[in-house]
């Protein structure tokens, strides 16, 4: 049973596309993230979100935007893909803020975008 | 400045041998720490909180030093399933969510 599954696993594409990654969580997590990690292995939060909030990191730019259909699902939308967008992508979740001192978070298995 | 400071390494050492990672945080408001593990081409998994107090699981022990912004992991008898990256990770708690911060990573290879 997978805790946090996202799809697809790789994604190639071209330039000025746009694309989808999904993620979903069957562990009953109230938060969801996403996560990206370049080439230098450096891992970076982008968006935190629970049914209430949507936090974003100043430095994501505009053209990525997650997408919860419901508590269980956080999907990433991505338009106008450029070279730099080339990482993998980890979707993660946790039990919400306060429900615990340490709120692990669980990872997805990454998905790995490459843009031409 | 990075926001968490890690020695890239790689630390090479022989089976059974006791290896340490350091790590620094900047932001004196972070309140949870952790260290995370991550195999090649896999997700990062916890592998252990860290608390004040310090705290040991099995042959791995981990420090907090919350004066000097300074984290540590100890690995002892170190088996060839240990090499893997070991990411220092921090949680600044804020009322919008639960925004962890990674280190760079601190790559382990151990040898036969």
Redo the contacts between chains.
Sequence with gaps: DTAVSQTPKYLVTQMGNDKSIKCEQNLGHD?M?WYKQDS??????MF?Y?NK?L?I?ETVPNRFSPKSPDKAHLNLHINSLELGDSAVY?CAS?R??GQG??????????TRLTVT | RKEVEQDPGPFNVPEGATVAFNCTYSNSASQ?F?WYRQDC??????LM?VYSSGNEDGRFTAQLNRASQYISLLIRDSKLSDSA?Y?CVV?M?NN???????G??TRLMVKP
Excluded: D
């Design positions: 938060t993230y230098k292995k450096f891992l970076k939060i935190s629970n909030e936090i990191n980890f946790s919400r803020v001192a340490f709120n692990e978070q669980y990872f997805g298995p990454g | 949870s952790f081409r896999k997700e990062p998994k916890l909180s990256t990411l949680n708690l919008a969510g639960n925004m962890l911060t990674f760079g990573g």
